[in-house]
Nanobody, 124 residues
Framework: QLQLVESGGGLVQPGGSLRLSCAVS????????IGWFRRAPGKEREGLSC????????HYADSVKGRFTISGDNAKNTVYLEMNSLKPEDAAVYYC?????????????????WGQGTQVTVSS
């Protein structure tokens, strides 16, 4: 079971940027996919982006494509989500999650291990 810890959330003005980090530990399988998700109050959890641990495959939801970028630093065992041009509707608790294997999916049910989440607030 992987351990994931998110950080980097906070308050940002509309149009601003934030970079979220997901520190990962406890690797036991040969391949992993890390995904970023969010849940806004009253809404279902939304898949935003995912990438293979080696970084060669990534995928984005239409709602964030062109604004958010997922990346990883294997030396630091950390995956990042760079978020630009933030909108009030991006406000949510953001989670990273992991699944073993190679399929990069945005379905949260396909992920086994989750972090505790970090709050992002977009407001002027």
């Amino acid at each position: 079971q992987l351990q994931l810890v998110e950080s980097g959330g906070g308050l940002v003005q509309p149009g601003g940027s934030l970079r979220l980090s997901c520190a990962v530990s406890g690797f036991t399988a040969d391949a992993y996919v890390i995904g970023w998700f969010r849940r806004a109050p009253g809404k279902e959890r939304e898949g935003l982006s995912c990438m293979r641990w080696n970084g060669r495959v990534s995928h984005y939801a239409d709602s964030v494509k062109g604004r958010f970028t997922i990346s990883g630093d294997n030396a630091k065992n950390t995956v990042y989500l760079e978020m630009n041009s933030l909108k009030p509707e991006d406000a949510a608790v953001y989670y990273c999650a992991a699944r073993s294997g190679l399929l990069c999916l945005l379905n949260s049910r396909q992920y086994d291990d989750w972090g505790q989440g970090t709050q992002v607030t977009v407001s002027s």
